[in-house]
């Protein structure tokens, strides 16, 4: 069974850093492109950036281009997301979500979602 | 980006009546493979989202044959045959078609 479990969400402060970590089981991690996507409270669903799964190539939003870098370890099964210079407007529930397809590093859906880690940017 | 816009953005609905949810998109999502990357996703309260239709029609495995997906071009429809307890919750489309993904605003199910 594929499952991803997100953790190290937690309240920041605006200007602070944080990194989120997504452990993986399930599948043949290294041969799929990985995800970031938020929610804020409320809200919709954003998509946040996207690795590759052992190109390294990396994508981001605008809105998160220069703060955040996505990596991932496929020796421990493991993306991640550091986060600086955090704004009240990146208070959100952040999932990660696999690539449907195997070996596409721009995939055109995901197939898996994990539970989120709630962020939460606020003096 | 492509902009995706879902409507009604609320629907009440009886139990056991069809349901049926639109999507639009700001341009084609045809994709030059020939393919329509469109998909809908459901959340059900307090769940992460879960991925019911892709390529506009296709289901995923597990998910009721009342759950139908159509369209093209730039206007798709999820449907609910007749609508059950368990669906209560958020709908999503996204597109996958143009880089990066982009979600509609969501259109809330709930029971009359």
């Known amino acids: 069974e594929v499952q991803l479990l997100e953790s190290g969400g937690g309240l920041v402060q605006p200007g602070g850093s944080l990194t989120l970590s997504c452990e993986a089981s399930?599948?043949?991690?290294?041969?799929?492109?990985m995800n970031w996507v938020r929610q804020a409270p409320g809200k919709g669903l954003e998509w946040v950036s996207t690795?590759?799964?052992?190109?390294?190539?990396?994508y981001y939003a605008d809105s998160v281009k220069g703060r955040f870098t996505i990596s991932r370890d496929n020796s421990k099964n493991t993306l991640y997301l550091q986060m600086s210079s955090l704004r009240a407007e990146d208070t959100a529930l952040y999932y990660c979500?696999?690539?449907?397809?195997?070996?596409?590093?721009?995939?055109?859906?995901?197939?898996?979602w994990g539970q989120g880690t709630l962020v939460s940017v606020s003096s | 980006d492509v902009v995706m816009t879902q409507s009604p953005l609320s629907l009440p609905v009886t139990l056991g009546q069809p349901a049926s949810i639109s999507c639009r998109s700001s341009?084609?999502?045809?994709?030059?493979?020939?393919?329509?990357?469109l998909n809908w996703f459901q959340q059900r309260p307090g769940q992460s989202p879960r991925r019911l239709i892709f390529?506009?029609?296709y289901r995923d495995s597990g998910v009721p044959d009342r759950f139908s997906g159509s369209g093209s071009g730039t206007d798709f429809t999820l449907e609910i045959s007749r609508v059950e307890a368990e669906d209560v919750g958020i709908y999503y489309c996204?597109?996958?078609?143009?880089?990066?993904?982009?979600f509609g605003q969501g259109t809330k199910v709930e029971i009359k």
């Open positions: 979500a696999k690539a449907d397809v195997v070996g596409v590093i721009k995939s055109r859906s995901t197939d898996c």
């Open positions: 399930g599948f043949t991690f290294s041969s799929y492109a």
């Open positions: 690795i590759a799964g052992s190109s390294g190539s990396t």
């Open positions: 341009q084609s999502l045809v994709n030059g493979d020939g393919k329509t990357y």
């Open positions: 390529k506009v029609s």
């Open positions: 996204m597109q996958g078609t143009h880089w990066p993904w982009t």
